[in-house]
């Protein structure tokens, strides 16, 4: 089964996609994670990609589906992607559309995790603390929601039409979430 979680930043779509991962044994496929990897490594690409993530701008198209490509098509990991924070852009929906039937896969369900501004500006605050990321300051909190709103809310269009996308309240309990996406799922 290939989820998606789909929803602004601070919604929690790295932490439902964790504890699907357990419960589902699938794999959790963060294009965030990716990323901090690059530039923790300080790869070509984390060199590139540095500034965009810290100003909490969205990184090219180009760079995201480079880093992705081989996840989609890796034999071990077929129907057991749960995607977190991908696709962001129409480009890349558009473009997982195409490797998912090139690898003989499909979208299954697709889960909105809708969450209000202000709920998300304090989750990211906590988060701030515990996770120590360098592009969770307020400004780049609040760029990142702008981004979110400009260039992801069409991508929301686009899956919000489909008989497979749930909304889901984001604001509830972490195991709350979980067990409303698993109850769709009849897990
Ligand atoms: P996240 O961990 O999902 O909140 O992503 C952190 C940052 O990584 C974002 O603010 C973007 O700069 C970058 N990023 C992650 N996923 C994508 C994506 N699919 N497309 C473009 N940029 C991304």
């Known amino acids: 089964m290939n989820i998606i979680l789909f929803g602004p930043p601070g919604a929690g779509k790295g932490t439902q996609a964790k504890n699907l991962e357990e419960k589902l ?16 490594k300080d790869t070509e690409i984390g060199k590139k990609i540095i500034n965009y993530m810290n100003e ?30 991908y696709p962001r852009t129409i480009e890349q929906a558009k473009n997982l559309d195409l490797w998912l039937s090139d690898s003989k896969q ?27 990321r360098s592009d ?31 909304e889901i309240d984001g604001s509830l309990e972490i195991a709350e979430i979980t067990s409303k996406i698993l109850n769709i799922l009849k897990v």
């Open 56 to 85: 909490g701008k969205f990184v090219d198209d180009e760079i995201v589906n480079k880093i992705i490509k081989n996840v989609i098509f890796d034999p071990q990991k077929k129907d057991k992607l749960i995607f977190d924070g």
């Open 106 to 132: 499909k979208i299954d369900f697709i889960f909105f995790l809708n969450v209000n501004k202000d709920t998300l500006i304090k989750r990211i605050e906590k988060r701030k603390i515990l996770e120590k």
């Open 25 to 40: 044994n699938n794999y959790q496929v963060s294009t965030g994670d990716m990323l901090r990897d690059e530039i923790k």
């Open 136 to 166: 969770d300051d307020l400004d780049t909190i609040l760029k990142r929601f702008d981004t979110y709103m400009e260039t992801t809310k069409p991508v929301l269009k686009y899956y919000s039409t489909k008989s497979n996308f749930k």
